[in-house]
T-cell receptor
Framework: AQSVSQHNHHVILSEAASLELGCNYS??????LFWYVQYPGQHLQLLLK??????LVKGIKGFEAEFIKSKFSFNLRKPSVQWSDTAEYFC??????FGAGTRLTVKP | NAGVTQTPKFQVLKTGQSMTLQCAQD?????MSWYRQDPGMGLRLIHY???????DQGEVPNGYNVSRSTTEDFPLRLLSAAPSQTSVYFC?????????????FGPGTRLLVL
Protein backbone atom coordinates (compact mmCIF):
# COMPACT_ATOMS: atom_id res chain seq x y z
CA ALA A 1 0.00 0.00 0.00
CA GLN A 2 1.11 3.53 -0.66
CA SER A 3 2.27 5.59 2.29
CA VAL A 4 3.68 9.06 2.67
CA SER A 5 6.04 10.22 5.41
CA GLN A 6 6.70 13.81 6.24
CA HIS A 7 9.68 13.99 8.52
CA ASN A 8 9.05 17.24 10.29
CA HIS A 9 5.95 17.87 12.35
CA HIS A 10 6.65 21.54 13.06
CA VAL A 11 9.33 23.75 11.55
CA ILE A 12 10.06 27.23 12.86
CA LEU A 13 12.14 29.61 10.77
CA SER A 14 12.98 33.27 10.67
CA GLU A 15 12.13 35.34 7.62
CA ALA A 16 14.66 35.00 4.79
CA ALA A 17 15.79 31.57 5.99
CA SER A 18 15.83 28.73 3.50
CA LEU A 19 13.25 25.98 3.74
CA GLU A 20 13.34 22.29 2.96
CA LEU A 21 10.48 20.00 3.98
CA GLY A 22 11.01 16.31 3.59
CA CYS A 23 8.60 13.89 1.96
CA ASN A 24 9.21 10.20 1.36
CA TYR A 25 6.77 7.77 -0.12
CA SER A 26 6.57 4.03 -0.42
CA UNK A 27 5.25 2.78 -3.71
CA UNK A 28 7.09 0.86 -6.35
CA UNK A 29 5.22 1.92 -9.43
CA UNK A 30 4.70 5.16 -11.27
CA UNK A 31 3.54 7.88 -8.95
CA UNK A 32 2.17 11.35 -9.27
CA LEU A 33 3.35 13.61 -6.48
CA PHE A 34 1.83 16.74 -5.05
CA TRP A 35 2.46 19.39 -2.47
CA TYR A 36 -0.52 21.25 -1.01
CA VAL A 37 -0.56 24.21 1.34
CA GLN A 38 -3.23 25.10 3.87
CA TYR A 39 -3.04 28.64 5.21
CA PRO A 40 -4.65 29.28 8.58
CA GLY A 41 -8.41 29.08 8.28
CA GLN A 42 -8.33 28.25 4.59
CA HIS A 43 -8.73 25.15 2.50
CA LEU A 44 -6.00 23.24 0.72
CA GLN A 45 -4.40 24.73 -2.35
CA LEU A 46 -2.06 23.09 -4.80
CA LEU A 47 1.53 24.33 -4.62
CA LEU A 48 3.05 22.10 -7.27
CA LYS A 49 2.85 18.67 -8.80
CA UNK A 50 5.07 16.17 -10.55
CA UNK A 51 3.82 13.71 -13.13
CA UNK A 52 6.84 13.10 -15.37
CA UNK A 53 9.73 14.85 -17.06
CA UNK A 54 12.05 17.29 -15.34
CA UNK A 55 12.40 16.11 -11.74
CA LEU A 56 12.78 19.69 -10.53
CA VAL A 57 9.31 21.15 -10.39
CA LYS A 58 8.56 24.80 -9.84
CA GLY A 59 5.33 25.86 -8.24
CA ILE A 60 3.61 28.99 -7.08
CA LYS A 61 4.99 31.54 -4.64
CA GLY A 62 8.62 30.61 -5.26
CA PHE A 63 8.34 26.99 -4.10
CA GLU A 64 10.01 24.12 -5.87
CA ALA A 65 10.35 20.41 -5.29
CA GLU A 66 12.76 17.78 -6.50
CA PHE A 67 11.71 14.24 -7.30
CA ILE A 68 14.50 11.77 -6.55
CA LYS A 69 13.28 8.38 -7.66
CA SER A 70 16.14 6.43 -6.11
CA LYS A 71 15.37 7.92 -2.72
CA PHE A 72 11.57 7.83 -3.06
CA SER A 73 11.61 11.47 -2.08
CA PHE A 74 9.87 14.63 -3.14
CA ASN A 75 11.21 17.39 -0.90
CA LEU A 76 9.79 20.89 -0.97
CA ARG A 77 12.16 23.87 -0.98
CA LYS A 78 12.08 27.62 -0.93
CA PRO A 79 15.25 29.75 -0.87
CA SER A 80 13.87 32.53 1.32
CA VAL A 81 10.69 32.21 3.34
CA GLN A 82 8.33 35.01 4.24
CA TRP A 83 6.01 35.46 7.20
CA SER A 84 3.11 34.83 4.81
CA ASP A 85 4.39 31.29 4.22
CA THR A 86 3.21 30.32 7.68
CA ALA A 87 0.90 27.40 6.94
CA GLU A 88 0.60 23.65 6.98
CA TYR A 89 2.13 21.75 4.09
CA PHE A 90 0.99 18.36 2.87
CA CYS A 91 2.74 15.98 0.55
CA UNK A 92 0.51 13.58 -1.37
CA UNK A 93 0.93 10.58 -3.64
CA UNK A 94 -1.62 10.30 -6.41
CA UNK A 95 -3.87 12.57 -4.34
CA UNK A 96 -5.34 9.70 -2.39
CA UNK A 97 -2.58 9.27 0.15
CA PHE A 98 -1.55 12.32 2.13
CA GLY A 99 1.24 12.77 4.59
CA ALA A 100 0.51 13.91 8.12
CA GLY A 101 1.54 17.45 7.28
CA THR A 102 4.28 19.80 8.39
CA ARG A 103 3.39 23.00 10.16
CA LEU A 104 5.65 25.86 9.16
CA THR A 105 5.88 28.92 11.37
CA VAL A 106 7.86 31.85 10.02
CA LYS A 107 8.86 34.45 12.58
CA PRO A 108 9.01 38.05 11.36
CA ASN B 1 -17.33 29.58 -11.02
CA ALA B 2 -17.95 29.00 -7.34
CA GLY B 3 -15.62 25.98 -7.40
CA VAL B 4 -16.27 23.47 -4.64
CA THR B 5 -18.76 24.52 -1.98
CA GLN B 6 -19.52 22.82 1.30
CA THR B 7 -22.28 23.31 3.84
CA PRO B 8 -22.48 23.70 6.74
CA LYS B 9 -19.21 25.31 7.85
CA PHE B 10 -19.67 24.20 11.44
CA GLN B 11 -21.87 21.60 13.07
CA VAL B 12 -22.28 20.24 16.56
CA LEU B 13 -23.97 16.87 16.95
CA LYS B 14 -24.84 14.62 19.82
CA THR B 15 -23.74 11.01 19.76
CA GLY B 16 -26.20 8.95 17.75
CA GLN B 17 -27.56 11.79 15.65
CA SER B 18 -27.41 11.63 11.91
CA MET B 19 -26.62 14.37 9.43
CA THR B 20 -25.60 15.06 5.87
CA LEU B 21 -22.64 17.16 4.83
CA GLN B 22 -23.29 18.79 1.48
CA CYS B 23 -20.76 19.20 -1.29
CA ALA B 24 -21.29 20.71 -4.72
CA GLN B 25 -19.05 21.68 -7.61
CA ASP B 26 -19.80 23.66 -10.75
CA UNK B 27 -16.79 22.64 -12.82
CA UNK B 28 -18.40 19.58 -14.39
CA UNK B 29 -15.82 17.37 -12.70
CA UNK B 30 -16.36 13.64 -12.84
CA UNK B 31 -14.26 12.76 -9.82
CA MET B 32 -15.29 13.81 -6.33
CA SER B 33 -14.02 12.73 -2.95
CA TRP B 34 -14.40 13.21 0.77
CA TYR B 35 -11.52 13.46 3.22
CA ARG B 36 -11.30 13.92 6.92
CA GLN B 37 -8.45 15.87 8.45
CA ASP B 38 -7.26 15.06 11.94
CA PRO B 39 -4.25 16.48 13.78
CA GLY B 40 -1.07 14.55 13.04
CA MET B 41 -2.77 12.30 10.51
CA GLY B 42 -3.08 14.49 7.45
CA LEU B 43 -6.03 13.85 5.16
CA ARG B 44 -7.60 10.45 4.92
CA LEU B 45 -9.87 9.44 2.09
CA ILE B 46 -13.37 8.42 3.19
CA HIS B 47 -15.25 7.80 -0.05
CA TYR B 48 -14.89 8.81 -3.64
CA UNK B 49 -16.87 8.82 -6.86
CA UNK B 50 -15.65 8.61 -10.44
CA UNK B 51 -18.96 9.75 -11.88
CA UNK B 52 -22.69 9.97 -11.31
CA UNK B 53 -24.01 6.72 -9.95
CA UNK B 54 -20.57 5.33 -9.07
CA UNK B 55 -19.06 5.46 -5.59
CA ASP B 56 -16.37 3.53 -3.79
CA GLN B 57 -14.75 3.32 -0.39
CA GLY B 58 -11.54 5.00 0.57
CA GLU B 59 -9.28 4.42 3.50
CA VAL B 60 -11.72 5.15 6.35
CA PRO B 61 -15.30 4.53 5.14
CA ASN B 62 -16.89 3.08 8.27
CA GLY B 63 -19.75 5.15 9.66
CA TYR B 64 -20.21 7.14 6.46
CA ASN B 65 -22.40 6.76 3.40
CA VAL B 66 -22.29 8.59 0.09
CA SER B 67 -24.33 8.78 -3.07
CA ARG B 68 -23.80 10.52 -6.40
CA SER B 69 -27.06 11.08 -8.18
CA THR B 70 -25.77 14.06 -10.18
CA THR B 71 -22.36 15.17 -11.42
CA GLU B 72 -22.55 18.30 -9.28
CA ASP B 73 -23.43 16.93 -5.85
CA PHE B 74 -21.70 14.45 -3.56
CA PRO B 75 -23.25 14.42 -0.07
CA LEU B 76 -21.66 12.61 2.85
CA ARG B 77 -23.99 11.06 5.42
CA LEU B 78 -23.15 10.23 8.99
CA LEU B 79 -25.58 7.52 9.99
CA SER B 80 -25.08 7.61 13.76
CA ALA B 81 -22.51 10.15 14.84
CA ALA B 82 -19.75 9.13 17.24
CA PRO B 83 -17.17 11.28 19.05
CA SER B 84 -14.48 9.64 16.90
CA GLN B 85 -16.01 11.39 13.92
CA THR B 86 -15.13 14.80 15.31
CA SER B 87 -12.97 16.17 12.55
CA VAL B 88 -12.73 18.62 9.70
CA TYR B 89 -14.21 17.27 6.50
CA PHE B 90 -13.07 18.33 3.06
CA CYS B 91 -14.73 17.64 -0.24
CA UNK B 92 -12.66 17.76 -3.42
CA UNK B 93 -13.19 17.36 -7.14
CA UNK B 94 -11.11 16.92 -10.25
CA UNK B 95 -11.74 16.31 -13.90
CA UNK B 96 -10.49 12.75 -13.94
CA UNK B 97 -9.29 11.72 -10.50
CA UNK B 98 -6.91 8.97 -9.44
CA UNK B 99 -4.00 11.33 -9.17
CA UNK B 100 -4.00 12.42 -12.78
CA UNK B 101 -5.43 15.88 -12.47
CA UNK B 102 -5.31 18.54 -9.79
CA UNK B 103 -7.95 18.29 -7.11
CA UNK B 104 -9.83 21.37 -6.00
CA PHE B 105 -10.81 21.44 -2.36
CA GLY B 106 -13.80 22.97 -0.67
CA PRO B 107 -13.51 25.18 2.42
CA GLY B 108 -14.26 22.35 4.83
CA THR B 109 -16.89 21.47 7.43
CA ARG B 110 -15.83 21.42 11.05
CA LEU B 111 -17.80 18.78 12.94
CA LEU B 112 -17.92 18.29 16.69
CA VAL B 113 -19.65 15.22 18.07
CA LEU B 114 -20.41 15.35 21.78
Amino acid sequence: AQSVSQHNHHVILSEAASLELGCNYSYGGTVNLFWYVQYPGQHLQLLLKYFSGDPLVKGIKGFEAEFIKSKFSFNLRKPSVQWSDTAEYFCAVSEVRFGAGTRLTVKP
Amino acid sequence: NAGVTQTPKFQVLKTGQSMTLQCAQDMNHEYMSWYRQDPGMGLRLIHYSVGAGITDQGEVPNGYNVSRSTTEDFPLRLLSAAPSQTSVYFCASSSSGQGVETQYFGPGTRLLVL
